[in-house]
């Protein structure tokens, strides 16, 4: 199995509940609570002026944005049928997560000056310097360790977290859920009490009330009643 198809696997089995991250937002006094305004459905209009503070706020310098890019690249590549995770817009992605999830802040710009250290170590030259085979010998040696205790942790610890955001920001995009595709919640297609359930149990449909109920053409219109209980939908 590919590891394209092997990420997919997992996410359709878990179903991307979670994904990599619990939740986008921290617990924050500024944030109203859910029981709050509701003006439109998604955001309330504390949670968009938050939003759009954090979307005008800077923290990632461009040299630290062009390598987080670059790694994106790297952990899920494009290829002759899909998109690369940049493409998909997941560097923007963990750029505002970081903004917005501050406990990532340090440790993914910790990351990118390890990274860079280490690529100099080896290649005298920063990370994005280096030639995509030089890349791709940094990455498999924290992205597949093969001893946790060596003084490559800091790195495997990076590559890790950089893995969740990369994967979590490319499968909850557009092109990733497109990607999966993963439909969501659509209505069901129901023809009634099995007959020899009915039997059973000594019940029958009333034709008028069967005809009306399992009209598969209205399968998606929301059932209605009058005040005395009758279907009218």
Not at 21 to 29: H, I, R, W, Y
């Amino acid at each position: 199995m590919k590891r394209r198809d092997s990420i997919k696997s997992i996410l359709l089995g878990s179903v991307a509940g979670g994904l990599a991250l619990k939740g986008c937002t921290p617990a924050n006094p500024d944030i109203p609570p859910a029981n709050l305004e509701w003006p439109e459905y998604g955001r309330t209009t504390r949670e968009k002026e938050r939003d759009n503070k954090l979307f005008e706020d800077t923290f990632f310098n461009t040299h630290e944005l062009m390598t987080i890019g670059v790694l994106c690249d790297i952990i899920l590549p494009a290829n002759n049928l899909y998109k690369s995770a940049t493409e998909a817009g997941v560097l923007e992605f963990i750029e505002f997560v970081a903004k917005d999830m501050e406990q990532h802040k340090l440790p993914i710009r910790g990351g990118v000056m390890w990274l860079d250290y280490f690529s100099n170590s080896l290649f005298k030259k920063v990370f994005i310097s280096c030639t995509l085979d030089e890349q791709l010998q940094i990455c498999d040696q924290i992205a597949y360790p093969q001893d946790k205790n060596s003084k490559l942790q800091a790195g495997i610890s990076f590559f890790s977290r950089m893995r969740d955001l990369v994967i979590t920001g490319y499968y909850t995009s557009k092109i990733g859920i497109e990607e999966l595709g993963y439909k969501g919640n659509v209505p069901n297609v129901w023809d009634g009490v099995p007959e020899h359930v009915l039997k059973k149990h000594g019940l029958e449909y009333d034709d008028g009330w069967l005809a009306k109920c399992v009209d598969q053409s209205k399968q998606g219109v929301i059932a209605e009643w009058d005040d005395q209980g009758n279907l009218i939908t």
